[in-house]
């Protein structure tokens, strides 16, 4: 059996709308919850897909939060075996550490729905159902470089680097396109203070969500299932 094993670190931040489609496609879906279960019993490399999910810590808080180095450890691994990885949000940024690049503060938050500008890279890619407009949930405070090699896919105005790819097999997603925007009050709730911090009205954000539900779903959806088909 296909198995799929996801890193979780907040409890409402899961798979989301990816793990039915998982299931759909002959997957086992495992959580690793982050606090709970011991990375040194993770094998990097048996696993059809690993997921890491997202967290509003930073991926350079070794410090403050040391299991951040067994995460680490485990990425590079798993990128270093060439076996299918998915990074959203600060998975995505625990990617592109691992492959050397920097992650940083960007000085601002960039939290809500709004479209995606995809690069040429982009535009061939399983992102390239993300065209017309298509908001995305963003929801993050830092950014990465793009790991040296390797091409920027997408980009918005308040961050200049949204996803990248290694080969077919890794991909990093900045943004929150697996977000289930029918659990959207999971998100008000357990980011109130992000929220209240940065000046978001979650009045106006949950109405954002009602509104772009559908026709996320259908376009996250398409995208991770072209991702699904070239990796397996």
């Not at 050397?100 to 500008?117: D, W």
Request: hydrophobic residues 45%; charged residues 20%.
């Amino acid at each position: 059996m296909k198995t799929a094993f996801a890193i979780r670190h907040v409890h409402f931040e899961d798979l989301g709308t990816l793990e039915p489609l998982l299931r759909q496609r002959g997957y086992e879906v495992r959580y690793h919850d982050v606090g709970l279960d011991d990375f040194n019993s993770v094998d990097a490399e048996s696993p059809s897909l690993i997921v890491v999910l997202g967290a509003p810590i930073g991926a350079y808080d070794e410090a403050a939060y040391p299991f951040l180095t067994d995460e680490l450890n485990l990425i590079r691994e798993r990128l270093a075996a060439r076996r299918p990885l998915l990074g959203i949000c600060l998975g995505a940024q625990l990617m592109a550490r691992a492959l050397g690049a920097a992650v940083a503060p960007m000085g601002h938050k960039e939290i809500g729905f709004s479209p995606l500008t995809l690069t040429a890279a982009g535009k061939d890619s399983p992102l390239a159902a993300l065209v017309d407009d298509q908001p995305v949930l963003h929801w993050h405070g830092d950014q990465f470089a793009i790991p040296d090699g390797l091409e920027s896919l997408a980009t918005t105005p308040l961050c200049p680097h949204q996803a990248f790819a290694v080969g077919e097999y890794a991909l990093g997603l900045q943004f929150h396109l697996e977000a289930d925007t029918r659990r959207i009050e999971q998100w008000l709730v357990g980011h109130a203070g992000e929220l209240a911090q940065a000046g978001v009205d979650p009045v106006a954000l949950r109405a954002a969500a009602q509104a772009c539900g559908p026709r996320l779903e259908a376009a996250s959806q398409a995208v991770f299932a072209a991702w699904l088909d070239r990796i397996e």
